[in-house]
């Protein structure tokens, strides 16, 4: 059984509390809580009933959950009894993350997080930042930046500066 199975286990505890790392806006942490909520309690999920608890358009639901599934946090099952939505990927994401981070190059990890090839002067900006600061720090920028939506390198650069820690 795995640690996030546990009866234990506060799952929507675990989510708020790693809602900065799992890069989570409020309405796809809302989505989250909500399902993770109506699997705890077995209440049947469909669309419908997401929409009128959550306060969230049907349309937007759909894009919402596109993205929790291209991010391997949600995973949708369905069999000819129900469908199912399962967060175990959300829960293992911290693990996978982590080692797909440190293991890839920093452009790799840019251009995933803002999901296009970087230009030649974004390239640049960062093998500079990379000459001055720790890798893990550039990182922990990027993931601030994430999570506030603000996928600049003017952003980024301004949440390195302001911490001053350079190696």
Same mark, same amino acid.
């Given at each position: 059984?795995?640690?996030?199975?546990?009866?234990?286990?506060?799952?929507?505890?675990?989510?708020?509390?790693?809602?900065?790392?799992?890069?989570?806006?409020?309405?796809?942490?809302?989505?989250?809580?909500?399902?993770?909520?109506?699997?705890?309690?077995?209440?049947?999920?469909?669309?419908?009933?997401? +929409?009128?608890?959550?306060?969230?358009?049907?349309?937007?639901?759909?894009?919402?959950?596109?993205?929790?599934?291209?991010?391997?946090?949600?995973?949708?099952?369905?069999?000819?009894?129900?469908?199912?939505?399962?967060?175990?990927?959300?829960?293992?994401?911290?693990?996978?993350?982590?080692?797909?981070?440190?293991?890839?190059?920093? *452009?790799?990890? *840019?251009?995933?997080?803002?999901?296009?090839?970087?230009?030649?002067?974004?390239?640049?900006?960062?093998?500079?930042?990379?000459?001055?600061?720790?890798?893990?720090?550039?990182?922990?920028?990027?993931?601030?930046?994430?999570?506030?939506?603000?996928? +600049?390198?003017?952003?980024?650069?301004?949440?390195?500066?302001?911490?001053?820690? +350079?190696?």
């Amino acid at each position: 059984m795995k640690w996030y199975e546990q009866k234990f286990v506060n799952r929507r505890d675990w989510i708020l509390d790693h809602l900065e790392y799992l890069s989570l806006n409020e309405k796809e942490a809302l989505l989250v809580l909500m399902i993770d909520f109506l699997n705890e309690n077995r209440i049947p999920i469909t669309m419908e009933l997401l +929409s009128a608890k959550t306060g969230i358009k049907q349309e937007e639901l759909d894009q919402i959950i596109s993205i929790l599934c291209a991010r391997r946090y949600l995973e949708i099952l369905a069999s000819s009894k129900d469908v199912r939505f399962v967060l175990d990927g959300l829960f293992e994401a911290d693990v996978a993350r982590d080692r797909n981070v440190l293991d890839s190059p920093l *452009f790799e990890v *840019f251009e995933s997080e803002f999901r296009r090839p970087l230009t030649q002067k974004e390239m640049q900006k960062i093998s500079d930042w990379n000459r001055v600061y720790d890798r893990k720090m550039i990182l922990n920028a990027l993931r601030e930046a994430s999570t506030y939506q603000k996928m +600049s390198l003017g952003y980024i650069e301004s949440v390195l500066t302001s911490k001053g820690d +350079s190696r």
